[in-house]
């Protein structure tokens, strides 16, 4: 009997799981911060189960941190990235592979890709490239649909942060 992954690498396979992963347990998004005027992007991918999160810190480096649900009954384990380079590699990597949060990748890859960016994130930011962070957010922000979370605890949710 014939595979139903056809000519899949396994390295395709892992990657098209790990997007599985950030599609169902992740965030990819924009964050805002209104003191110095700061956008950044993140990807995140949360659960109360280790594994596939060992298994984006063994393919794409990064750190385990561990939290308390919102009902304090169980672990929640988080893996977060947030340099540049970092989430622009993870995003390529899995943007073959996203069904859920392509758009949400698409969109953050285009922040980082058309941007101009000062070395060391220090200088003038021309206000053109002000409005284009500003709207790429707003975009993002919008396909988070941050207004009607599913089961996001908002007190949990930091000033200007985005989150599925």
């Known amino acids: 009997m014939e595979s139903v992954y056809g000519n899949l690498r396994e390295a395709d396979l892992q990657l098209a799981y790990l997007a599985g992963l950030v ?9 805002h ?14 659960m109360t189960q280790l594994e596939g ?6 393919v794409f480096g990064g750190k ?14 988080r893996w977060q990235l ?10 390529e ?12 990748a698409v969109k953050v890859l285009t922040f980082y890709r058309e941007g101009v960016f000062q070395k060391g994130g220090r200088g003038t930011t021309s206000i053109a490239e002000q409005e284009r962070r500003k709207d790429l957010y707003c975009k993002v922000k ?15 949710t930091r000033e200007g942060e985005v989150i599925v």
């Open 82 to 91: 947030t340099s540049k380079a970092d989430v622009t590699r993870v995003l």
């Open 64 to 77: 385990i941190r561990e939290d308390l649900t919102s009902n304090r009954k169980s672990t929640m384990y």
């Open 23 to 31: 599609d169902g347990e992740g965030s990819i998004s924009i964050k």
């Open 53 to 58: 999160l060992k298994l984006l810190v063994e």
């Open 33 to 46: 911060n209104k003191v110095t005027n700061v956008y950044s992007a993140t990807i995140a991918v949360g």
């Open 142 to 156: 919008e396909l988070n649909n941050v207004r009607a979370p599913a089961t996001t605890n908002r007190a949990n």
């Open 93 to 104: 990597a899995l943007l073959p592979f996203l069904r859920v949060k392509k758009d949400l």
